[in-house]
Structure formats: structure tokens, C-alpha cells
């Protein structure tokens, strides 16, 4: 835990990374709602097409945004070859002690595979064009609806950011804890899980109970800083939605219409 | 909301984070296990239901934005909106459900061990529920096809897990009780008033 890889982020100026977070975000959803509503080969045509049009937007280099598909090759294989030959079916095509290549079941792996291709492929893209710093402070605009709910947003925003500062310090804390009890004797590399399930009372317990003290420390120094938990936390410029935006996201809702509509 | 309780339901986000990091391997499996759902259980046990919603919450926007806190150090969007993305997204009616059945009583040592496992067992079917939907609908299996790939292989080890997070949690809740510590954090909090 203590290597956070830098991300995937890739900074520029093209016109996906000058889009609104948010814009992007919500582009996603609407874009997964119509891979998941996609069917027939025009439909998986038109969002290629569309990817292809996002991928010349983003002015990523092509070999840099297919990167996630070619790690992942073997397991679309995979996953490939488990639909196309143990896919149940009344006349398959060709059979073998308990394969059965049938026609259902390869339109059944084309189909698996071809979504998963473009989900990859489009998240990549949003990942590859907004810096993580953008991603959390949309998914906070995003959410601010859910106020009118009773859910605080701001309280969840605030405890991610004190999440994310202590997830180093916790881990070395367990590190140490695990080898503080391997000296008392505790066996955490017995090859018996039952030796490996009673192992874990003494590392989980002293971990809680370090936590929650640490836990009171923390809220006792917010609170001689001046936190009141009341009133607008400021993180960041604010940002409001243009017309271009606006229209990334018409976009978007119109080829999942199409999506479902139409093909 | 109590300082003290936030900072707490912070730390709880990353404890879970951590605990998804301690990997078992299996010798007869691929999948190895992961202290993943040992630590959502037990934020359903020792902070009921509303707060361990929060910490989920912020648990999955840490993952979304990308951070490397989902099991054996993943991250990112795609785990959520992926096939696998649904047994993420169940935490969240599992925790509440869970936390709510296990609330009501805050003497210590209640609820007893059979309320909790039960509670744990009830967020695990959650889990499943939701898992099997969202991989049935991003990858077009029929359910029972979700439910042969996504739910079945998984019970026993599931199972043993939620046993063994009832008696971590009903343990934990009795030091932090004799501590003073349990107490302490619900000094101020809006439920206290109202008790």
C-alpha cells in the first residue's frame, strides 16, 4: 500500500481534458447504459465508431489507449472460448466429449467480449484525460442530489480525504502489529486455515482498538484547530457546466437512445 | 454529526481498504481470499447502519477515483461499473440492512453472537443479489447462468467469513466497551440525544 501508482493520468490540453469532469463522468454512465443496451452489429459499429471519435478527441497516442486491451488479451480469449464451447444449445455445430461449439454460443462470447473491450476502453479514456483530483470532486457534484436524501456529501467528502492520509500510516501500523505477534507467536504462514482463521483475532483486535484511539486523537486535535464540521468547506476552484458540456452529454444520451431505440 | 465519529467512520475506510490487502493464497484456487468482506462486515457490526453506509461510501469513491484500495490492490472506475462492479455496490444496502438488524440494543455485549451472524449472513445475500444482477446485465448472462459463475463457488468461503467477522466484531465491541472507547464516540453523536 505504501507504492499509490502516480495513475494513468496524462496531462493536456485536448478538448476531452478541457470537458468538465462532471460532463465526462456522466458521459460515461450514459455510454455503459447503451453498451449494455447494445445487441446487434450496427450497434456495436456505432459505439466503436464513437470510441474511435473520443479516442481522436482525447489526443491520446492510440497505442498508449488501447494499452488496457492488449494486457488483457489472454482473458477476453478466456472468456471467448468458455461461451463459444460450453454454451448449451439444440444443434450444435461441432461436438467433442463435453465441448460443444454451438452458433449461440459464439454470438454469446462475441458479445461478452466486445462489451467488455469498449467498457475498458472508455474508462481508460475518462482515467487518461482527468486527474484523480477532478474524478473525486466530480463524483461530489455528483452526489450533491443525494443531500435531499439526508446523505452528507460534504461528511463523505471529508472522510475520504482523512482516509486517504491515514491508509499509509494504518498499514505500517498492521505491519507492525503482524510482527509483534509472529514474536509472541501468533503462526500467519501455517498452511492450515484454521491456524490462518485463529491468526487473525490477535492481528485484527489490536488493529481496531489502535484505530479507534487513534481515531478520538484525530477528532480531539480537529477540534482544537477550530473544526466545527458546520458551514462550506472550499477545495479547488468551482466549476459550472457550459454549452459544450451540455452538448457532450446530449451526445451521449442520444446514442444510447439510438442504442435502444433504433438498432 | 460528532467530530469523533467521523474521524472514526474515516478510519474504519481505511482499515477496509487495508484489510483488502492482506491476501491468503488458496492452494486449489486462482482467487485468493481477501480480508475485503472481513472488514465491511465488521462496519455493519460496530457502526451500525447509517455510519457504515458513509464509510462504504467513501470506501467505493476512494476506489472510483482510483485509488488502489479494492481487494489485492485494484482500483478505478471499471471495478465498479465492470462485471465484477455489483458486489461492490451491494455493500451498500448490505451494510445498512446489517447494521440496522444489529442496532436497537447498545448494551455491551449486545447483540449476541446469533443476531450478528445472522445480520452478517443477511448482508452477504445483499452482495450476492446485487453482484449477479449487474454481472448477468454487463455480460448477458441469463441468472441462473450469473448465479452458477458469480454466486455458487463462492458460499462456503463467503460463509466462514461472515462467521469469523460475528465473532471478530462481537469481540472487538466488548474491549472497545471495556474501554470506555464505544462510549466516548457516541458522546455527542445525535443518537445519544435522542436516547
Not at chain 2, 112 to 120: I, K, R, S, V, W
Request: charged content about 15%; hydrophobic content about 55%.
Amino acid at each position: 500500500m505504501s507504492r499509490i501508482p502516480a495513475g494513468m493520468y496524462i496531462p493536456g490540453k485536448s478538448f476531452l481534458h478541457r470537458l468538465d469532469p462532471l460532463a465526462k463522468l456522466i458521459g460515461l454512465i450514459i455510454l455503459l447504459a447503451a453498451v449494455i443496451a447494445a445487441s446487434s452489429p450496427g450497434g456495436y459499429l456505432l459505439l466503436i465508431l464513437f470510441i474511435g471519435v473520443l479516442l481522436a478527441l482525447s489526443g491520446l497516442p492510440f497505442k498508449l489507449a488501447i494499452a488496457p486491451l492488449r494486457r488483457t488479451y489472454l482473458f477476453f480469449a478466456v472468456i471467448f472460448l468458455m461461451n463459444a464451447l460450453f454454451f448449451a444449445d439444440v444443434d450444435p455445430l461441432w461436438t467433442w466429449w463435453i465441448f460443444s461449439l454451438s452458433r449461440t454460443g459464439l454470438i454469446q462470447g462475441a458479445n461478452v467480449v466486445l462489451r467488455l473491450a469498449i467498457i475498458i476502453v472508455a474508462g481508460h479514456i475518462l482515467i487518461s484525460t482527468t486527474s484523480p483530483m477532478e474524478i473525486t470532486a466530480a463524483f461530489r457534484r455528483l452526489l450533491k442530489p443525494l443531500q435531499y436524501i439526508n446523505i452528507p456529501v460534504d461528511i463523505v467528502a471529508l472522510i475520504v480525504s482523512v482516509a486517504i492520509h491515514f491508509i499509509p500510516v494504518l498499514a505500517e501500523e498492521v505491519e507492525m502489529i503482524r510482527k509483534a505477534q509472529t514474536v509472541r507467536g501468533a503462526r500467519f504462514d501455517s498452511t492450515r486455515l484454521r491456524d490462518r482463521a485463529a491468526s487473525l483475532l490477535p492481528l485484527v483486535i489490536p488493529v481496531f482498538v489502535n484505530a479507534f484511539k487513534r481515531a478520538d486523537e484525530l477528532a480531539l486535535a480537529m477540534e482544537a484547530r477550530g473544526y466545527r464540521g458546520e458551514g462550506r468547506r472550499v477545495s479547488g476552484p468551482e466549476i459550472a457546466f457550459q454549452a459544450r458540456d451540455f452538448g457532450a452529454v446530449l451526445i451521449m444520451a442520444a446514442i444510447c437512445a439510438v442504442q435502444i431505440l433504433v438498432l | 454529526m460528532a467530530v469523533r465519529r467521523l474521524t472514526l467512520i474515516a478510519f474504519f475506510t481505511a482499515l477496509i481498504a487495508i484489510l483488502a490487502q492482506l491476501a491468503v493464497p488458496l492452494p486449489f484456487s486462482p482467487v485468493p481470499v481477501t480480508g475485503q468482506l472481513l472488514g465491511v462486515f465488521l462496519a455493519g457490526t460496530l457502526l451500525g447502519g447509517r455510519d457504515g453506509c458513509l464509510a462504504i461510501l467513501a470506501y467505493l469513491l476512494l476506489g472510483a477515483a482510483g485509488a488502489p484500495v479494492f481487494s489485492l490492490g485494484r482500483g478505478g472506475l471499471m471495478m465498479l461499473f465492470g462485471p465484477t462492479g455489483g458486489y461492490l455496490w451491494g455493500f451498500l444496502p448490505g451494510v445498512y440492512l446489517s447494521g440496522r438488524l444489529q442496532e436497537g440494543n447498545q448494551r455491551p455485549g449486545a447483540p449476541g453472537l446469533l443476531t450478528t451472524a445472522g445480520a452478517t449472513l443477511f448482508f452477504l445475500g445483499c452482495i450476492y443479489l446485487c453482484g449477479a444482477i449487474q454481472l448477468s446485465l454487463v455480460t448477458g448472462y441469463s441468472a441462473s447462468e450469473a448465479i452458477l459463475a458469480g454466486v455458487l463457488p463462492f458460499i462456503p468461503l463467503d460463509a466462514a467469513k461472515a462467521f469469523i467477522a460475528a465473532v471478530l466484531g462481537a469481540r472487538v465491541k466488548k474491549i472497545m466497551h471495556a474501554g470506555g472507547l464505544l462510549q466516548s464516540c457516541a458522546v455527542n453523536s445525535p443518537e445519544a440525544v435522542r436516547d
